[in-house]
């Protein structure tokens, strides 16, 4: 038994002293770790403050170290940048953990403290100092009531003093450092009350295990050797316990490290930046990512507006948002255009809120902004992709793979008749006319499901029964990687060309069917004279079997000259673009055989123009029965023209009676004379002096000649010529015509008046047409005047260009303008049959034809008519 109380007294005393150990060593580990986070947690938070001063005071702090170096240690605790500084860094940290800051430049000298005492030391001997000059942050602990030897003085306080690098950007230079002492007594203290508590349960720990044992000590050793397992399980737990609370330190701090580096990734990968604003709405923080979303480096914004960067349009409406966050607190996704440095437009996406202090009081603004300009140009392509769709005149239509309609755009509604709800979710096999085999539609489904696109033509029914061709395109749409989820068909509504190709194929039967059946030739060729079509009739005419022609060019079938005139008229017309034929009229061509012989032909030439490619159409009707024809009613209008003569001499015998029986009556009176001076003189005089018998003499050779002329201008009048052209004076065959017409007694009872140019060149002309023709406008003239008191007749020549100009006028009755429009026709004529035939002014008009040239009428009726012929020049003359 005293042994047993030995052991348990040796017992009582190990344990209790083993238990009092534990329990102080337990709270000074507890004490020692918890001193560690902080301090580790200090640093972290201090880094981060000297960061968040180092950009929001960069302005102050590099005007004070940049000036440090130039003024006393006085002079600098006065200067503009400390003022700033500790208006910033003093009073808004009074009742703070940061109680102490201190600034130094590049050369260990104290350019700020809070201190104003310790501006201007010299700390370039201060190891803690130099290292954070290097780029190291260090810190250590100084406890209350212990020696500061940085700044000399004992501490009654418990600090943790950092050091930390002043950069403006995160790899910028090192303008200086920081010495920051955070006041960490109550923190220590809470750790040495936590200490106590720790220590305390450790001893009520202590004590409730202990009296159990000693309770229950009569289980003897095993009893004890149980209980002090019981104890050493306890420790281990307790350890265990210490471990994952330092495990969950770390990982938590970890957490917190990459949470922070998380946020920035996604902050800079969504193009965010941060920004605060004072009072006043002017930037007093800026992020660095702004320089990558608006091109401005932070310190570019600071102390300006937000409103001074956005269009004159978007000012009012942000103005109106700012001004109401101040009371809502926040806002949310606000969009808006902003102008970068370069001068581009970009659109952010805005999201803060109100900044307030301790009193609620409104300080500022703070937010992030996004650049979204990608996002609002994608969703600006979606709209115009969607409104394009929508608007598109063909029809779109969207299916899965089955088949099943999952769009259709407003096109097909309206040229179908279904609504959308309607179609959606059914096949397109809705719209089958059922005019076209399975087989169409099962091509269509092998190509697509090859994921290739399948073209062609069908056609559909629309729902109230209507039949529509269209043009259809389907091809399968693909997502990124290659497999394809959609069908979509394109439809053009080609109902329209159908029907036009169905009239064009209607027409080509038409034209083929006219083309063998007309009589006159159709010859087509391209621009460079190339035959490419002929009819039936053109190869009968020109002797060549179907098709010899095709290919051949147009000289084949052409005579000399055309043949070698021909490739000049082409090229001039297609260089100017003057037809000489071409589209203004017909003319008279000749044509070769196959056999070589000539025909001769009437040509009329049309142009078209088919894709941008000119194309000329020929139609030539054989003229061998015509001009066999024409030589026919040639010879009649001959004989006819004769007859005309005839009459006109018919009319010429008045005045040739009284014409020539004046000479005739001289020529008596002469002989009477000279017999009767013959007879009665016997004297024997010579005559031959006598002046009277002289004068009798010259009197009879003078009136002989004249009815000799007379007489010769008759005769070559009324002979038969040939028609044949030669060069001639104009002036001579009017001279000649108005000789014989002066005989003529309607043309005596007017005023007949001559003007002839003397410079008129020569022309090629038949002059015995130009003589009937100055006869005929002599007499249409006069009888116009016949029984006027003062007729008058005028006949003048001049020069006209290319061409000599004749022009008859008189102040006759003149011409209506009913008159004036058959004036030329043949046979017509307002004199009466008996007075002519209607022919004068027609065979004027063939006559000038005959010549190439033109006849002009003008009349007003009761003033007169003129009549005006141009007849081209011979060029050579």
Same mark, same amino acid.
């Given at each position: 038994?005293?042994?047993?109380?030995?052991?348990?007294?040796?017992?009582?005393?190990?344990?209790?002293?083993?238990?009092?150990?534990?329990?102080?060593?337990?709270?000074?580990?507890?004490?020692q770790?918890?001193?560690?986070?902080?301090?580790?947690?200090?640093?972290?938070?201090?880094?981060?403050?000297?960061?968040?001063?180092?950009?929001?005071?960069?302005?102050e702090?590099?005007?004070?170290?940049?000036?440090?170096?130039?003024?006393?240690?006085?002079?600098?605790?006065?200067?503009?940048?400390?003022?700033?500084?500790?208006s910033?860094?003093?009073d808004?940290?009074?009742?703070?953990?940061v109680?102490?800051?201190?600034?130094?430049?590049?050369?260990?000298r104290?350019?700020?403290s809070?201190?104003?005492?310790l501006?201007?030391?010299?700390?370039?001997?201060?190891?803690?100092?130099?290292?954070?000059?290097?780029?190291?942050v260090?810190?250590?602990?100084?406890?209350?009531?212990?020696?500061?030897?940085?700044?000399?003085?004992?501490?009654?306080?418990?600090?943790?003093?950092?050091?930390?690098?002043?950069?403006?950007a995160?790899?910028?230079?090192i303008?200086g450092?920081?010495?920051?002492?955070?006041?960490?007594?109550t923190?220590?203290e809470?750790?040495g009350?936590?200490?106590?508590?720790?220590?305390?349960?450790?001893?009520?720990?202590?004590?409730?295990?202990?009296?159990?044992?000693?309770?229950?000590?009569?289980?003897?050793?095993?009893?004890?050797?149980k209980?002090?397992?019981v104890?050493?399980?306890?420790?281990?737990?307790?350890?265990?316990?210490?471990?994952?609370?330092?495990?969950?330190v770390?990982?938590?701090t970890?957490?917190?490290a990459?949470?922070?580096q998380?946020?920035?990734d996604?902050?800079?990968?969504?193009?965010?930046y941060?920004?605060e604003?004072?009072?006043?709405?002017?930037?007093?923080?800026v992020?660095?990512?702004?320089?990558?979303?608006?091109?401005?480096?932070?310190?570019d914004?600071?102390?300006?507006?937000?409103?001074?960067?956005v269009?004159?349009?978007?000012?009012?409406?942000?103005?109106?948002?700012?001004?109401s966050?101040?009371e809502?607190?926040?806002?949310?996704?606000?969009?808006?255009?902003i102008?970068?440095?370069?001068?581009?437009?970009v659109w952010?996406?805005?999201?803060?809120?109100?900044? !307030?202090?301790?009193? &609620?009081?409104? $300080?500022?603004?703070?937010?992030?902004?996004? =650049? /979204?300009? +990608? #996002?609002k %140009?994608?969703?600006?392509?979606?709209?115009?992709?969607?409104?394009?769709?929508?608007?598109?005149?063909?029809?779109?239509i969207?299916?899965?793979?089955?088949?099943?309609?999952?769009?259709v755009?407003?096109?097909f509604?309206?040229?179908?008749?279904?609504?959308?709800?309607?179609?959606?979710?059914?096949?397109p096999s809705?719209l089958?006319?059922?005019?076209?085999?399975?087989?169409?539609?099962?091509?269509l489904?092998?190509?697509?499901r090859a994921?290739?696109?399948?073209?062609?033509?069908?056609?559909?029914?629309?729902?109230?029964?209507?039949?529509?061709?269209?043009?259809?395109?389907i091809?399968?749409? !693909?997502?990124?990687? &290659?497999?394809? $989820?959609?069908?979509?068909?394109?439809?053009? =509504? /080609?109902? +329209? #060309?159908? %029907?036009?190709?169905?009239?064009?194929?209607?027409?080509?039967?038409?034209?083929?069917?006219?083309?063998?059946?007309?009589g006159?030739?159709?010859?087509?060729?391209d621009?460079?004279?190339?035959?490419d079509?002929?009819?039936?009739?053109?190869?009968?005419?020109?002797?060549?079997?179907?098709?010899?022609?095709?290919?051949?060019?147009?000289?084949r079938?052409m005579?000399?000259?055309?043949?070698?005139e021909?490739?000049?008229?082409?090229?001039?017309?297609l260089?100017?673009?003057?037809?000489?034929?071409?589209?203004v009229?017909r003319?008279?061509?000749?044509?070769?055989?196959?056999?070589?012989t000539e025909?001769?032909?009437e040509?009329?030439v049309?142009?078209?123009?088919?894709?941008?490619?000119?194309?000329?159409?020929?139609?030539?009707?054989?003229?061998?029965?015509v001009?066999?024809?024409?030589?026919d009613?040639?010879r009649?209008?001959?004989?006819?023209?004769?007859?005309?003569?005839i009459?006109?001499m018919?009319?010429?015998?008045?005045?040739?009676?009284?014409?020539?029986?004046?000479?005739?009556a001289?020529?008596?009176?002469?002989?009477?004379?000279?017999?009767?001076?013959?007879?009665?003189?016997?004297?024997?005089?010579?005559?031959?002096?006598?002046?009277?018998?002289?004068?009798?003499?010259?009197?009879?050779?003078?009136?002989?000649?004249r009815?000799?002329?007379?007489?010769?201008?008759?005769?070559?009048?009324?002979?038969?010529?040939?028609?044949?052209?030669?060069?001639?004076?104009?002036?001579?065959?009017?001279?000649?015509?108005?000789?014989?017409?002066?005989?003529?007694?309607?043309?005596?009872?007017a005023?007949?008046?001559?003007?002839?140019?003397?410079?008129?060149?020569?022309?090629?002309?038949?002059?015995?047409?130009?003589?009937q023709?100055?006869?005929?406008?002599?007499?249409?003239?006069?009888?116009?005047?016949e029984?006027m008191?003062?007729?008058?007749?005028?006949?003048?020549t001049?020069?006209?260009?290319?061409?000599?100009?004749?022009?008859?006028?008189?102040?006759?009755?003149?011409?209506?303008?009913?008159?004036?429009k058959?004036?030329?026709?043949?046979?017509?004529t307002?004199?009466?049959?008996?007075?002519?035939?209607?022919?004068?002014?027609?065979?004027?008009?063939?006559?000038?034809?005959?010549?190439?040239?033109k006849?002009?009428?003008q009349?007003?009726?009761g003033?007169?008519?003129?009549?005006?012929?141009?007849?081209?020049?011979?060029?050579?003359?």
């Amino acid at each position: 038994m005293v042994a047993m109380s030995s052991r348990v007294k040796n017992f009582a005393a190990a344990s209790l002293a083993g238990l009092a150990l534990l329990s102080v060593g337990v709270a000074v580990y507890t004490r020692q770790l918890a001193e560690e986070q902080l301090k580790s947690l200090g640093i972290s938070q201090q880094e981060v403050l000297a960061r968040t001063l180092s950009a929001a005071l960069r302005r102050e702090i590099d005007a004070a170290v940049q000036s440090a170096p130039d003024l006393s240690a006085e002079e600098l605790r006065h200067s503009n940048p400390i003022v700033s500084l500790r208006s910033y860094l003093v009073d808004p940290l009074h009742g703070m953990r940061v109680v102490r800051i201190k600034i130094y430049d590049t050369a260990g000298r104290t350019v700020f403290s809070t201190e104003p005492s310790l501006i201007g030391e010299d700390q370039a001997s201060n190891q803690s100092v130099q290292a954070a000059l290097a780029g190291a942050v260090t810190a250590k602990m100084v406890h209350k009531n212990t020696f500061n030897a940085s700044d000399g003085v004992i501490e009654n306080r418990d600090l943790l003093e950092t050091y930390v690098p002043i950069r403006m950007a995160v790899d910028g230079p090192i303008l200086g450092a920081f010495e920051i002492y955070c006041d960490m007594t109550t923190l220590l203290e809470t750790i040495g009350e936590t200490q106590r508590r720790v220590l305390l349960g450790s001893l009520l720990i202590a004590s409730l295990v202990f009296l159990p044992l000693l309770l229950l000590f009569r289980h003897i050793d095993l009893t004890l050797q149980k209980e002090e397992a019981v104890a050493t399980r306890y420790l281990g737990e307790l350890e265990d316990a210490r471990s994952d609370l330092e495990r969950k330190v770390h990982e938590r701090t970890r957490e917190l490290a990459v949470s922070e580096q998380r946020f920035q990734d996604v902050a800079d990968a969504a193009g965010e930046y941060i920004w605060e604003t004072d009072v006043d709405g002017r930037f007093t923080f800026v992020s660095d990512r702004v320089a990558d979303v608006l091109g401005h480096a932070p310190a570019d914004l600071l102390g300006h507006s937000p409103l001074e960067f956005v269009p004159e349009s978007e000012v009012p409406r942000l103005r109106e948002h700012f001004l109401s966050a101040r009371e809502d607190t926040s806002f949310t996704e606000l969009e808006h255009l902003i102008h970068t440095k370069d001068g581009r437009l970009v659109w952010l996406s805005e999201s803060g809120l109100a900044v !307030r202090d301790e009193s &609620g009081n409104f $300080t500022g603004l703070r937010a992030a902004a996004y =650049d /979204i300009t +990608a #996002r609002k %140009e994608a969703q600006e392509d979606v709209r115009k992709l969607s409104l394009a769709i929508e608007q598109s005149s063909e029809i779109v239509i969207i299916t899965d793979l089955c088949g099943r309609m999952e769009y259709v755009n407003s096109i097909f509604c309206r040229t179908f008749g279904y609504e959308p709800h309607e179609v959606i979710g059914k096949t397109p096999s809705i719209l089958r006319s059922g005019l076209q085999p399975d087989e169409r539609y099962a091509d269509l489904w092998q190509t697509i499901r090859a994921g290739d696109t399948w073209r062609g033509e069908l056609c559909n029914r629309s729902r109230d029964g209507r039949l529509f061709w269209n043009l259809v395109a389907i091809f399968p749409l !693909r997502e990124a990687g &290659g497999d394809i $989820t959609h069908y979509v068909g394109l439809q053009t =509504d /080609i109902s +329209a #060309r159908k %029907e036009i190709e169905l009239a064009l194929s209607n027409s080509a039967a038409r034209l083929r069917a006219v083309m063998n059946s007309v009589g006159d030739a159709i010859i087509t060729c391209d621009a460079k004279s190339v035959i490419d079509m002929t009819n039936p009739a053109a190869e009968l005419l020109f002797g060549y079997g179907p098709g010899e022609l095709i290919g051949e060019r147009l000289e084949r079938i052409m005579s000399s000259p055309y043949r070698e005139e021909h490739s000049g008229y082409m090229k001039r017309y297609l260089t100017t673009g003057v037809a000489a034929i071409i589209g203004v009229g017909r003319r008279e061509v000749v044509g070769l055989r196959r056999d070589a012989t000539e025909i001769p032909l009437e040509l009329s030439v049309g142009e078209i123009v088919m894709d941008d490619e000119r194309r000329f159409v020929g139609v030539l009707r054989d003229l061998t029965d015509v001009k066999r024809a024409q030589r026919d009613v040639e010879r009649a209008r001959q004989q006819l023209f004769h007859r005309e003569r005839i009459a006109a001499m018919g009319q010429l015998a008045a005045g040739i009676v009284h014409e020539v029986g004046n000479p005739v009556a001289a020529i008596s009176g002469a002989v009477r004379a000279l017999r009767h001076r013959i007879e009665g003189d016997s004297s024997g005089r010579s005559w031959s002096s006598d002046g009277v018998l002289a004068m009798n003499l010259d009197l009879i050779e003078q009136q002989s000649d004249r009815l000799a002329a007379i007489t010769r201008e008759i005769s070559d009048f009324g002979r038969p010529r040939e028609l044949e052209h030669t060069l001639l004076d104009l002036n001579q065959v009017i001279r000649s015509a108005v000789s014989i017409m002066r005989f003529d007694p309607r043309v005596q009872d007017a005023a007949l008046s001559v003007r002839l140019d003397p410079e008129l060149p020569a022309l090629t002309a038949s002059p015995d047409l130009l003589t009937q023709l100055v006869i005929n406008l002599l007499l249409n003239a006069a009888d116009a005047c016949e029984g006027m008191a003062e007729g008058r007749i005028e006949i003048a020549t001049a020069p006209a260009g290319h061409n000599a100009l004749l022009v008859v006028s008189d102040s006759g009755v003149g011409m209506d303008e009913e008159t004036m429009k058959h004036a030329l026709d043949p046979y017509f004529t307002t004199k009466g049959g008996e007075r002519g035939m209607g022919l004068g002014l027609s065979l004027c008009q063939d006559i000038v034809d005959e010549h190439h040239g033109k006849i002009i009428l003008q009349s007003v009726q009761g003033q007169g008519t003129t009549v005006r012929v141009l007849l081209p020049l011979d060029e050579e003359s």
